[in-house]
């Protein structure tokens, strides 16, 4: 059965920068989208970004446009989600799925879920 682990959120300054990891386990990280989302309390769960098991990225997030980045090390089977220049609207719990090749904008799409990570980003 293949599970993602989350890890790299935290607490950081406006400004700063954190690379979350979602790490695959119980299958091959290349036969999946993974996508990343994430969420505050009292609102829907939001795209961020994904990237398709052929290395295409998709942004789903206006907002996060010229500072986030996704990526992906098959060696290592693990996605990363590069955040740069963080402001206090980023805070959220973020979490990593994963779907068959394709990726999808909205979360109900996807199947495979990670426990999710918190990032606090303080002004």
């Known amino acids: 059965q293949v599970q993602l682990v989350e890890s790299g959120g935290g607490l950081v300054q406006s400004g700063g920068s954190l690379r979350l990891s979602c790490a695959v386990s119980?299958?091959?990280?290349?036969?999946?989208?993974i996508g990343w989302f994430r969420q505050v309390p009292g609102k829907e769960r939001e795209g961020v970004l994904c990237?398709?098991?052929?290395?295409?990225?998709?942004n789903y997030g206006d907002s996060v446009e010229g500072r986030f980045t996704i990526s992906r090390d098959s060696a290592k089977n693990t996605a990363y989600l590069q955040m740069n220049s963080l402001k206090p609207e980023d805070t959220a719990v973020y979490y990593c799925?994963?779907?068959?090749?394709?990726?999808?904008?909205?979360?109900?799409?996807?199947?495979?879920w990670g426990q999710g990570t918190q990032v606090t980003v303080s002004s």
């Open positions: 799925t994963a779907r068959a090749s394709w990726c999808q904008p909205v979360p109900i799409y996807y199947h495979i």
């Open positions: 119980g299958g091959t990280l290349d036969n999946y989208a």
């Open positions: 990237i398709s098991s052929s290395g295409s990225s998709i």
